[in-house]
């Protein structure tokens, strides 16, 4: 096993030095980035508004039901909310749910293009065919994850708010003042610079598994969910990592 798993991250440099080269045409690589950016990152808006909404909306319940103690100011329910969501979940909890939709997309996109000999074609044409197919992925998803970052943590702290206003828990007015107080701005760049790890993360193991399938259908779809388990372990193990350098 552990042989196995020293071979496969060889290949796996090897196949990332071959992603990351000039492209041969700038325009073509243009053109293929905006389109992975609207198919991996704008149509994942509306999964993230949802989420993030609901996620928002149950932390604020909970903080508000648990924090019972006379000595707790009111306001930390929002306080908390704010934290959770700007800490851990808009950041790292968001892109292990991407990483289930980009990534086994990802993977099952080029598992097919392999199995069906598309990749063997642009080889024989001379095209670098790791470059021209999964560079434009991983830039894309890279420049369009922070947006889904900050989208995330408005929209759970939106779903908290919502939760003040339409229910007798908590005051509005104690929720508002909970999310501005003792605001740390590093926090929000603090879970930006982590999407930019984990998206990488996600896009580059998912084009991995999916560029070296071998057989039919039925690999494509083993390698869609070696995929997502892989990137999701590698994402929980970044987080540590990151979490130890960021905020010590």
């Known amino acids: 096993m552990i042989i196995g798993s020293i071979k496969s991250f060889g290949r796996y440099c090897s196949f990332i030095t071959q992603v990351f080269r000039f492209p041969d045409k700038w325009g073509v690589f243009g053109r293929n980035t905006i389109n992975e950016i609207s198919k991996l990152g704008v149509d994942s808006i509306p999964l993230v508004i949802i989420i993030s909404i609901f996620i928002g909306a149950v932390i604020t319940i909970q903080m508000t039901i648990n924090i019972v ?140 598994y999916g560029y070296f399938v071998k057989g039919g259908a039925l690999e494509v779809g083993k390698a869609s969910t070696n995929a997502v388990v892989s990137s999701s372990i590698l994402i929980l193990l970044a987080d540590v990592v990151l979490t130890k350098l960021l905020l010590q």
Do not use: H
């Open 69 to 208: 103690s006379p000595l707790i100011p009111s306001y930390s329910t929002g306080l908390a909310t704010r934290e959770i969501l700007l800490l851990e979940f808009s950041s790292s909890i968001m892109s292990l749910i991407l990483a289930g939709k980009v990534g086994s997309n990802i993977a099952s996109e080029i598992g097919t293009m392999r199995v069906t000999e598309q990749i063997d074609a642009l080889d024989i044409m001379g095209i670098n065919s790791a470059n021209f197919i999964v560079l434009p992925k991983i830039v894309g998803f890279v420049l369009f994850v922070p947006v889904l970052c900050v989208l995330s943590m408005f929209m759970g702290l939106l779903g908290g708010w919502c939760v003040a206003e339409f229910t007798t828990m908590i005051s509005v007015e104690n929720y508002v003042f909970g999310i501005q107080s003792f605001f740390n701005e590093w926090f929000v760049w603090y879970g930006i610079i982590k999407t930019y790890f984990f998206a990488f993360i996600i896009t580059s193991v998912a084009a991995y």
